[in-house]
């Protein structure tokens, strides 16, 4: 906002400091304006330091943005805001669990740690290779739970489900559930059996079918249900009726699940602690452990509760930050504020009914906490209800088209109770200089060309003036934005406005793993992992041969000389990162895409047990799914700006070009087709179950068919999404469809009319086309490093030895050789194999000198351990990470064991920084035993000895590599 000084409605908020209030702060409201300033007041009282305030924002920048803002309006410094708590909900979950929560864990019935090395991971790409390689071994361990994996298409669903349960606040135990969770599980007959009346209601005052038979016209239509499942008829009722039979709800809802709640229970538990043992937790995790920490620890509670909670963006909260909130709280003095109308991340587990239900979910959840111990003291009595309403961002005009989209059906049958959403409207006013505002709708079957000649025809035009310092300008390329409902759009219209030189950049996801760099990547994987076709196919082409000399060289297996030497080269590699960088360096890729296709390659290779072929798995699924990683595009001198309207939110343009509003586009057609869901109140269901009663099949489940039939379709958040694109326009507002105009378009209160497109070429001086730029986040937490990044690679190039001069480079597992990367892998699987199955034969002499030497070893082994060494290095916090190829552990004694297949011992002084990483985390481990470490040669068939460096020359180590970077 532009004003200094608060309006009456900001000023009661800031003057309000006691009780509990909840704060309707519509779009433009100035909200950060008012919360700022609440808070500098607050800690400006007496007996009142930071320390005591807790402002939970839901974005990093969104917190150092409040701080920035605190800073003018109070006593303090940003030196001392700096640790106070004004943060996320992760971070700080994040500091209560470094700080108290080393055995949290063991309060679920897990044997494992939090510790300062514990990382977060924020990849899903880089946790969902993690969550497949848990899930094999997962399958392999439990048949009893066979027939749900045969019914789950893609079992890294099932990740999607736990952290949906961690986010509503359902947790396992060893045994059970925390907390009797089970309840959620179960779902709530007496809530569905509701909404299932409500449904099944005539309309028309009893002369037409209710909304709910209606909906089961297509029941069993294109399904496959078991030969028992009732027919249509017994669902809907006979002919001429008008609701579906009352019986129906119970027999849909009543349904055996406890397999199903064993088998998520399995999952849930063991996956936890496959994370705890890999070290990591993600960002549902983190919270989890902090609830469970909070509610058993009472006095812990009582030590880091606050005066004072302040949660912004409550409309964008979870169950379980709701529940956190209230463990965090001291006192009642807690100040929610949000915008139901904004709600648009369900996909993230928001909760948009923590604020349209707030005081009913207080007294729920406060009941809850309090079942068993009193954690919640204050009374909940009396709420405090304050609404902004003066817009500082749109036109009147604006704000007034804008509620339209909160009663707009999204779908020819979608029903909207307009009176219900009228009531909860709080009707916003502008503030704005001018009244001039455009609303218009286009539409033509070449939208993309559409949407660039309305772009065009507004720049420079009188009649599209927007305001600038009170005054009105005409509109530039740099006062547009172009927002689409999913990205695709977006990414289309970028390619045609390059094709003109019209100005445009792109902000939002991009699908990394398509980009050309990925493409190529994957290629090479493929030849040196001999799937020469599909790998040579896509390499010739590149190099421009046609399809006819393609074909003609794939059946010869000719391939050019120079293609053939890279390929060797290749080989000779021993890391992944290593192929990367080459591939990337002979095609000169050298930009953001290789940047973050490398860090994303070696996240995945370096935190999971992964194969190259595992490797070649992950890129080719990424390329299915369309993995989509965050662009960043720094925008050009005068661009248009294209975005999704996720990406967007709290964003705001001079005008707006609201594009795509095409039928299965906005709304998309897509829903959660996952075999196993879970939704309130039905509870935890099955979609497809294996039956193999005579005739082994997955079905579809009929009982879950009609249950979703009850449920909302989500027509509600698609509505609010249209709300908050609309209101990102300050001046005016463009609507635009092809062929299919969507139903919004249809039935907002704007007249749709042709365009007919004219692009012209437009090569205007000031202005300048951006390229997508791809930033790779700085991950929360230590700095990762691998005891390789510590280690000389010039001692591994050029080596002679006694077989001649060949060129060596360190593996993943720290081997230098002449015989390739495929050697040292396959010869590590071996070792791994034989110490964990025994009955497992060598084909070579380097896996006999390896069987031979388990043989001789008497004590208990573990084989590839991981471990986590966290050191203090010019003052911040950084971890080496590695994996220890054998541990012999004996009564007095521990032996670190690395195998190495080197055919000389040249590199034994790199090695030994390997090593020494190895020894210090073992040692700790082991403070009653004597830690040794050794590499065990499987060429020579010898062990040497290593002494390992003190913490300190590691720590120098790491502070030089730092330093190159």
Not at 464 to 490: H, K, N, S
Not at 910 to 925: A, C, G, M, R, T
Request: aromatic share 8%; glycine share 6%.
């Amino acid at each position: 906002m532009t004003d200094l000084n608060p309006n009456d409605r900001q000023q009661k908020l800031i003057d309000s400091k006691q009780g509990i209030h909840v704060v309707d702060a519509g779009a433009g409201t100035g909200k950060t304006f008012t919360v700022t300033r609440r808070y500098a007041e607050i800690v400006d009282r007496d007996n009142v330091e930071p320390e005591d305030v807790l402002l939970v924002t839901f974005t990093t920048n969104a917190a150092t943005e409040m701080k920035d803002r605190i800073v003018t309006h109070c006593d303090y410094g940003m030196r001392e805001l700096s640790d106070a708590p004004i943060q996320t909900f992760h971070s700080l979950c994040r500091d209560i669990l470094m700080e108290h929560g080393f055995k949290t864990p063991t309060l679920l019935g897990i044997d494992d740690r939090i510790t300062g090395s514990t990382r977060v991971i924020e990849d899903e790409n880089v946790e969902k290779a993690q969550f497949r390689e848990f899930i094999r071994r997962f399958s392999d361990d439990h048949p009893e739970h066979n027939d749900f994996f045969r019914a789950v298409e893609e079992p890294v669903e099932l990740l999607g489900l736990l952290n949906q349960l961690a986010a509503k606040g359902v947790f396992p135990t060893v045994d059970d559930w925390y907390r009797n969770g089970e309840r959620y599980l179960d779902g709530d007959f007496e809530v569905f059996e509701e909404v299932f009346d409500e449904l099944n209601q005539p309309r028309n005052n009893g002369s037409k079918q209710s909304t709910l038979r209606s909906k089961l016209g297509r029941y069993g239509d294109d399904k496959c249900y078991v030969s028992d499942a009732p027919d249509k008829e017994e669902i809907r009722g006979g002919w001429g009726e008008k609701q579906v039979p009352p019986e129906v709800a119970e027999i849909v809802f009543d349904e055996q699940r406890e397999d199903l709640k064993n088998f998520v229970h399995d999952v849930y538990h063991e996956y936890l602690e496959f994370a705890l043992s890999r070290n990591y937790l993600n960002f549902g995790f983190l919270q989890l452990f902090a609830f469970v920490l909070l509610c058993d620890n009472h006095q812990l509670r009582d030590e880091v509760a606050f005066e004072y909670v302040m949660i912004d963006e409550f409309q964008d909260s979870s169950e379980i930050q709701f529940k956190l909130s209230l463990l965090l709280a001291d006192t009642n003095n807690i100040c929610v504020v949000g915008d139901w109308k904004q709600s648009i991340y369900s996909f993230q587990y928001a909760a948009v009914e923590n604020i349209t239900e707030f005081e009913s979910r207080l007294d729920r959840f406060v009941d809850e906490l309090n079942e068993d111990h009193k954690r919640v003291s204050w009374a909940t009595g009396s709420i405090t209800e304050i609404k902004l309403v003066e817009n500082y961002r749109s036109t009147q005009a604006i704000l007034d088209f804008s509620e339209h989209s909160l009663v707009t059906p999204a779908a020819s049958n979608d029903d909207v109770n307009e009176a219900v959403v009228q009531d909860r409207i709080t009707s916003l006013s502008s503030n704005a200089s001018h009244e001039n505002s455009h609303i218009e709708a286009i539409q033509h079957e070449d939208e993309h060309q559409t949407v660039l000649t309305k772009i065009q025809d507004i720049v420079g035009n009188e009649a599209y003036q927007v305001e600038e310092d009170g005054e009105l300008r005409l509109p530039e390329y740099g006062d547009i934005a172009v927002l689409t409902r999913t990205r695709d759009f977006g990414r289309e219209l970028l390619s045609v406005a390059e094709e003109y030189g019209l100005p445009m950049t792109y902000e939002g996801g991009i699908e990394l793993f398509r980009s050309d760099p990925a493409k190529l990547l994957l290629a090479w994987l493929r030849i040196l992992e001999s799937d020469s076709k599909r790998g040579w196919a896509v390499v010739l082409e590149e190099a421009g041969y046609t399809l006819d000399e393609i074909k003609h060289v794939l059946d010869t297996k000719e391939y050019p000389d120079s293609m053939q030497t890279f390929e060797s080269d290749l080989q000779s590699l021993e890391t992944v990162g290593g192929v990367a960088q080459r591939v990337f360096s002979q095609y000169d890729y050298d930009g953001a895409y290789a940047d973050v296709l490398l860090t994303t390659i070696q996240s995945v290779h370096s935190e999971t047990i992964s194969t190259r072929g595992d490797l070649i798995r992950f890129i080719e699924r990424g390329i299915e799914d369309g993995s989509v990683h965050e662009v960043h595009a720094s925008a050009g001198m005068n661009s248009v700006t294209v975005q999704t309207i996720h990406a967007v939110k709290g964003l705001e343009h001079s005008i707006v070009v609201l594009a795509n509003m095409n039928a299965r586009r906005f709304p998309p057609s897509s829903g959660n087709n996952n075999a196993i869901i879970f939704d309130d109140p039905i509870g935890l269901r099955q979609r497809k179950v294996y039956d193999d009663n005579g005739y082994p099949h997955i079905h579809d489940n009929w009982r879950t068919d009609v249950l979703r039939k009850c449920l909302p379709r989500g027509y509600d958040e698609e509505r609010r999404l249209l709300y908050v694109a609309m209101t990102r326009a300050e001046t005016h507002l463009v609507f635009t469809a092809g062929e299919t105009p969507n139903t919004f378009i249809e039935e907002l209160p704007v007249n749709l009319e042709e365009l007919e497109p004219d692009v012209h070429e437009d090569r205007i001086s000031e202005t300048e086309q951006t390229h997508l730029q791809i930033s790779v986040p700085t991950p929360e937490g230590p700095v990762g490093h691998s005891p390789h990044t510590l280690m000389n690679d010039d001692v591994f190039e050029d080596v002679d030895n006694a077989n001649g001069n060949v060129n060596m480079n360190v593996n993943g597992n720290g081997n230098m050789n002449g015989r390739g990367m495929t050697f040292g892998t396959q010869t590590h699987e071996f070792a791994e194999r034989y110490i964990l199955e025994g009955d497992v034969d060598p084909s070579n002499d380097d896996e006999r000198h390896i069987q031979s030497f388990v043989d001789s070893l008497d004590g208990k082994l573990r084989v590839e351990e991981d471990v986590y060494l966290p050191l203090t290095v010019d003052g911040k916090q950084i971890n080496i990470s590695g994996i220890v190829d054998l541990v012999h552990i004996r009564h007095n004694t521990v032996e670190i064991i690395d195998f190495k297949t080197d055919l000389g011992q040249h590199a034994e002084d790199e090695y030994q920084k390997q090593l020494s990483v190895y020894y210090h985390v073992l040692n700790e481990w082991f403070p009653d035993r004597e830690v040794t470490t050794q590499i065990f040669y499987t060429y020579q068939r010898r062990c040497v000895d290593i002494d390992p460096l003190p913490l300190s020359t590691l720590a120098k180590l790491v502070s030089d590599v730092q330093e190159k970077k």
